[in-house]
């Protein structure tokens, strides 16, 4: 209905989000954000910059919201190694709710309710020089519970090289969001291995290391990961789905038959009025 537009008649923008201190809060910090025990609309974290885990408008992707354990909007009932995997720093919770798992803090309280922060959870991008090969997604899930800090990877066909058996911490990388569409991710200066950026491995994204096109591993189940070297400076991630190239060709090819039947039409027209023109003599 157009809810986010000025001239909407049936809903106020303002009263449908409105824009709480907590929002605020959480906008000038950074950092993703899971709404724990909601009771506002989503679109209130993401209208405001926030990164908002369930994504725009409470439209998750299946693999997030299998990752999550099939219900994305309940982040109390799934475990807490699984949050800090997708890089959710921040949990707004009603008041009331008592985190479950260790290691989260009360940083923020108002009436709204009281947000934790979890300095344990992992970036939103991130080198790993180390990881798990998992041979189904049931055993992904298995090494997510299990934590510890490694991502780990559906191989079935063990095409992924070992992992090193001594391998330091991940090593955080810088992550410039270009648009909807586009994300670029500046490396960590010689760091090689698996870079892992916490957004989801949907269908249609692709990835290209300094401009050469590389593989999209699925990464803990949901998120996007490639194979980077030491001497690697920049992965940039677009999305390019088969369905909007399809698209852009039949609308092109719509265009071209349109101003072809134009021209013929004119063409037509001219040759009539010249007749009656010659026939007016």
């Not at 993703?32 to 990164?51: D, H, I």
């Not at 999550?68 to 949990?91: I, S």
């Not at 677009?238 to 039947?261: D, I, K, Q, T, V």
Request: proline share 8%; net charge neutral; with cysteine.
């Amino acid at each position: 209905y157009g809810i986010h537009f000025d001239y909407n008649p049936f809903a106020n923008p303002a009263a449908l989000y409105p824009r709480l201190p907590a929002v605020d809060w959480l906008a000038a910090r950074g950092g993703r954000c899971a709404p724990v025990g909601w009771q506002f609309p989503a679109n209130v974290l993401t209208l405001a910059g926030v990164q908002d885990a369930r994504l725009y408008d409470a439209v998750t992707a299946a693999p997030f919201a299998a990752y999550m354990g099939g219900k994305p909007d309940v982040v109390e009932q799934a475990p807490t190694a699984r949050t800090r995997g997708a890089a959710v720093r921040y949990l707004w919770a009603e008041r009331g709710w008592r985190p479950a798992g260790a290691g989260l803090r009360p940083v923020y309280e108002d009436r709204s309710g009281v947000i934790y922060e979890d300095a344990a959870a992992l970036p939103r991008a991130y080198v790993a020089a180390a990881w798990r090969v998992a041979a189904d997604a049931a055993a992904v899930r298995a090494a997510v519970d299990a934590g510890g800090g490694l991502p780990a990877v559906e191989d079935p066909r063990h095409g992924l090289p070992p992992a090193p058996e001594t391998a330091g911490p991940p090593v955080a990388a810088e992550v410039r969001q270009v648009s909807d569409c586009e994300c670029r991710v500046h490396l960590p200066g010689g760091t090689a291995g698996l870079l892992v950026l916490n957004d989801i491995a949907y269908p249609g994204w692709t990835a290209a290391v300094d401009g050469r096109p590389a593989e999209i591993l699925q990464v803990n189940g949901a998120f996007r990961g490639v194979r980077v070297g030491a001497e690697d400076r920049e992965v940039v991630f677009e999305y390019r789905p088969r369905s909007f190239r399809w698209g852009a060709r039949l609308s092109l090819l719509g265009l071209a038959l349109a101003a072809a039947a134009g021209t013929g039409l004119r063409g037509k027209g001219s040759a009539v009025e010249t007749t009656r023109r010659f026939g007016d003599l």
